[in-house]
């Protein structure tokens, strides 16, 4: 079946460093990738849409050039967190579907941040 | 805007059933069912489009109302591996941008 990797599942590092993150189907081509930043015990909350070959489009609120997103092959999406700060510790997931109306959004396992 | 989950959390005994709803106050495409383990990523659990039918495979089941921008979640005859946050993701047109609902954490206990 249709499946996302995510890499790396968890990071530790200083604050005031960048960290990239990858997504990638591994057996689909994926257009349109989504990045999601889950606190815990609370839902999902959509930070962007990532479309191959263009602009991410930010949900209101997410500030684009602290969370870079570059989509720059069908099956590879990157969310890089630049300067990051201890608030932006979180648990970040990416999902992929493909491209079907009635096919489900595929998650990768996520990436824990943790800033120091 | 978010769909709204009850209950927030359930616990049950082994064997019994639970309904989880979701609700929307848009109008609907589709809506997705995950769970969630602690520390895991989601896992899709089942699809609904808009047309009213109800899907399930082994004891869980889900139905979606369309008219009522509602859908439900049944889970019969639970087991402890049913334990987790349960959400419902909606889409308003074919898209497929989610927007999930708080969640409902199920607790399923001996």
């Known amino acids: 079946g249709a499946v996302v990797s995510q890499h790396p599942s968890r990071v530790i590092c200083k604050s005031g460093t960048s960290v990239k993150i990858e997504c990638r189907s591994l057996d689909f081509q994926a257009t349109t990738m989504f990045w999601y930043r889950q606190f815990p015990k609370q839902s999902l909350m959509l930070m962007a849409t990532s479309n191959e070959g263009s602009k991410a489009t930010y949900e209101q609120g997410v500030e684009k050039d602290k969370f870079l997103i570059n989509h720059a092959s069908l099956t590879l999406s990157t969310l890089t967190v630049t300067s990051a700060h201890p608030e932006d510790s979180s648990f970040y997931i990416c999902?992929?579907?493909?491209?079907?109306?009635?096919?489900?959004?595929?998650f990768g396992d996520g990436t824990r941040l943790s800033i120091l | 805007q978010q769909p709204v989950q009850s209950p927030q959390a359930v616990i049950l005994r082994e064997g019994e059933d639970a309904v989880i709803n979701c609700s929307s106050s848009k109008a609907l495409y589709s809506v997705h069912w995950y769970r969630q383990k602690h520390g895991e990523a989601p896992v899709f659990l089942m699809i609904?489009?808009?047309?009213?039918e109800q899907k399930g495979h082994d004891k869980i089941s889900a139905s979606f109302n369309e008219k009522k921008q509602q859908s439900s979640l049944y889970l019969t005859a639970s087991q402890l591996s049913y334990s987790g946050t349960y959400f419902c993701g909606t889409e308003v047109n074919a898209g497929n941008m989610l927007t999930f609902g708080g969640g409902t954490r199920l607790m399923v206990k001996p």
């Open positions: 609904l489009l808009k047309g009213g």
């Open positions: 999902s992929a579907n493909q491209g079907r109306f009635d096919q489900p959004q595929h």
